[in-house]
């Protein structure tokens, strides 16, 4: 059987995907079963080299997400760090949330706050200390609800990006505030039923002793009025 011609082009790809980085070696069997489709190995051929290239792709995009947990109230560091040797005159950085508000800027090494999304004032931060070490983390501090979801870092001129997808929990304390209350509603709950229930009997004791008197006053009456009419024979 004649060579492919993209025979060469197919190793390398496969050599890239399955020995590159070490921690994606669980994709290494998916691959080299696509990659047995495409080059003969099996009977039919159905997948191109092309697809091969974007599955890598696909893989490399989904390695750097990362996740993070915090508390409600709390802070968190959000990691940004540059793959690449940047030069900070010529270095932008846009930290985006998932609505792509603005988050932070540095621009040319320098903190830029002027477009920030008012949601973030005065609640994030950076550290101008580990510019120059290409650490361009963010630190988000009294954590909202509303801060759950990506945030993103993009990284010009090297076009690099970092997604962090982030999850806020109840803290402690305010689970147990929650666990307090939900048991001191338990008692009240209990005594509202109880009084409604002591005032419907008693409205209905109220309405039967009502018929009870009328009833034996109308008794009363009928067996006065038959005996005057039997004195009068």
Known sequence: MTSHPETCSRYAVLH???????????????????????????????????????????????????????VIGGSVVLPCSAEHDLTLQDTEVHWRDKDSKIVFDIIKGKDTVAEQDPQYKNRAETFPDEYLRGNFSLKLNNLQHTDTGKFSCFTTPSNEQKTIQLIINESTAEKGNKSTEQENQGPKTQSVWMMIFICVFLLLASIVLSVAYFMFKWRNRAQAASEGTVTNF
């Not at 980085?21 to 290494?28: A, I, V």
């Not at 495409?38 to 890598?56: L, N």
């Open 16 to 70: 890239y995907i399955l020995f590159f980085d070490e921690k994606k070696k669980k994709f290494g069997s998916l691959i080299y079963s696509i990659y047995n489709l495409y080059s003969g190995t099996m009977r039919y051929p159905i997948v191109s080299c092309r697809f091969i290239c974007m599955f890598a792709v696909l893989i490399n995009k989904v390695s750097l997400q990362v996740t993070i947990e915090a």
